[in-house]
Structures are given as structure tokens and as C-alpha cells.
């Protein structure tokens, strides 16, 4: 059985963010089985895809080191890029079922386009300790599935030196604890919005380039632009990642490139 690890969200090797994708089952191995992959591989996810009657329809779960999850872009990128590029399926558009719901994914230029739900953030006010725990105050927090805080400068983003056992007992008024976006208009001209991810609260202190995250980052920036179209930057030493996104009704298209790092073969298998 092979494995690919991808750099989703990359324009090039070493950048966004590596996943770990097992080629697809015709039945799911046990929870523990995956997750004990998962946690062998310790990459932010490992996706376990699952072949159904449609050869372009895939059912696709997503876990952490520590835990499964109900969504996450990067991971989904990477499987659209295994699918299509390392095992050959002719598909223009490729339909993944989810906990999250159906989600797509689709070639646009040399890289993808993603269609996600939506998660547009509500403006709440700063939770007990998230200031204290980010060591900077924000000028605005909202929630969506996460928290966001939003900072006046790009370079106070940059420079956050989280405490993150702090941090993951956090959730204000967020779906999830200790799930944290800091973010600022951007210094650069090049792209609208630096942004980075903080999640103790599923054992990834910091993520290089999070899919999920810019569902609530896409719908909140085109509303302060005025514009559905936001270019993001993920910024994270060494890394980071390149998004463009774009509000259609409820749902965000999600724009980004991934680059197949290692082929892999698992020696034991569930």
C-alpha cells in the first residue's frame, strides 16, 4: 500500500503545509489503526480516502497526531493532487464526502480551486486570557469555527510568540477550544492579508498553511475590502503558504498548489 506526502498550498517544494495521503481503501481500516498512522507519520494530517461507485467521488477523513477532524483544506488539496496526478484519474472536478459535507476540488491553472463551505465569523468581544496568551492585545476578535484576532499591523502578526498550553483552553465564543487565526492587511503588495494559525487544542501547536482557517478568513476580509476576491499569505518560518479566495453565496473558493514530496510504501498494513 503507498503513501505520498504533498506540500498543499505550495508553490514549490518545502513550502505550505506536508500532508501524508494513503491510497484509497475499498473498505475503512479501524479508527486506531488510522490513527496510530497518523500519529506515525506526525504530519498536521494524514487523509484516508475511500473508493465508492463513482470514480470521481471519494468519502475522505482527516487525522492529526492526536485526533480526527471535521475539516481541513490542505489535506483535501493533497488528495485531489494524489488522485489526479500520482494515480492518473481523468476528472475536472473530483467530489470528496466528509463530515464537513461534499466538498470539491477542481484544476484551475497549474494548481486547484476548492469548493468549501463557507464559515462566516460573528465580531465578539476579546475571550478571558486570549490577549495574555497571544501576548499582544488585538484590535477586534470574531468567531467562526475558530477564533480570529485581528491585529492593527501585519508585523505584530509575525511577531506573536504564543503560549500555547494557555491557548488551548481557549474558545470564547468559537465552535472549537484552542483553535486560534491571528491576522492583519498585509505589508506586501503582493497579496491583501498575512494570517497564521495557532491549534493546541488538536495537537498542532502552529499550522504552516490551513485551508480551514481561510473558510472564516475569506468571508470576513471580502466583507472589510468590499471585493469577493482576497489574496492571504500564511506566514510561518521557513514555510508558509499562498491562498486566493472567493465568496460565492454560502460557499468559498479556496485557490492554492501542491507538490508531491515522497512516495512511500507501508510495510504493515490494517
Sequence with gaps: ???WTVD??????????????????????????????AMENNQAETAFLRRTSDAAQFDLRWFTPAVEVDL?????????????????????????????????????GQGYELDFPADPPRQTGVPAGLSEALGAEPVEVWAGRYLVAVYADASKVRAIDPDFRALAAIRGEAGEA???IVAALSDDPAVDVVDRFFAPGCGVDEDPATGSA??????LYANKLKRPVVRFAQVFAGRGGQFETEIRGDRILIRGSAVTMIESRLRHRP
Design 1 to 3: 500500500m503507498r503513501q
Design 8 to 37: 498543499a498550498f505550495a508553490e514549490g517544494p518545502f513550502l505550505g503545509n506536508p500532508a501524508c495521503v494513503v491510497e484509497p481503501f475499498d473498505t475503512w481500516p479501524s479508527d486506531a489503526w488510522m490513527q496510530s498512522l
Design 72 to 108: 481541513c483544506g490542505h489535506a483535501t488539496l493533497a488528495s485531489a493532487h494524489v488522485i489526479m496526478t500520482e494515480l492518473g484519474v481523468d476528472a475536472s472536478t473530483l467530489t470528496f464526502n466528509s463530515r464537513s459535507g461534499p466538498l470539491r476540488v477542481s484544476r484551475h
Design 178 to 180: 484552542g483553535h486560534v
Design 214 to 219: 481561510h473558510c472564516i478568513l475569506g468571508p
